[in-house]
């Protein structure tokens, strides 16, 4: 860590060097080296910033570069057409899955309403399908609520 003392020096040989290039004499010599007087202002300037002194404000606000990157038309039009075909097939997609575990739960709710007198007698073949319809809709309940889920994830990711 640098002392008050060489921090001030640093301040000083900075507003030096700012005075040296700004001057007419200095631009009269028309001296251009690979390295100037401006990268040494440079260098005491991030010298400053890494120690953060508490009473350093640097001289000069440094160069910010600002970029628009412009697209043309088609890019444009590309890009939104592709992101509403995405999101078409993802309500498609969701679509499917809901009407298939819905075309699952009817497949099971069917298998037990056929065999609805289950109970007053003992009949195995009976019993599968029962069993095998309380499985679809249950596997379907399944389905559509992992799909719910999946998609209140995706909204609450989204905002």
């Known amino acids: 860590m640098l002392t008050d003392e060489q921090i001030d020096q640093l301040i000083t040989a900075e507003q030096w060097l700012e005075q040296i ?15 100037n007087i401006a990268d ?5 300037a991030e010298l400053l910033d890494t120690q953060k002194p508490s009473n350093f404000n640097p001289t000069e ?4 570069m600002h970029l628009c990157i412009v697209r043309p038309w088609w890019q444009q039009a590309q890009e939104c057409l592709l992101s ?12 499917s899955g809901f ?11 069917d298998g037990i309403n056929r065999n609805r007198d289950f109970f007053h007698r003992v009949d195995w073949e009976a019993t599968a399908e029962t069993c095998q319809g309380a499985a ?4 379907a309940v399944f389905l559509g609520v992992s799909l719910t889920g999946g998609v209140v ?4 990711k989204d905002a």
């Open 21 to 35: 290039q700004d001057s007419p004499e200095f631009e009269a010599l028309d001296y251009h080296p690979d390295l």
């Open 40 to 44: 040494a202002r440079q260098a005491i």
């Open 61 to 64: 606000d440094k160069p910010v």
């Open 84 to 95: 509403k075909l995405a999101e078409a097939a993802i309500a498609s997609l969701f679509l």
């Open 99 to 109: 009407l298939g575990s819905a075309a699952l739960f009817s497949w099971g709710m």
């Open 136 to 139: 679809l809709s249950t596997f």
């Open 153 to 156: 994830a995706g909204v609450r």
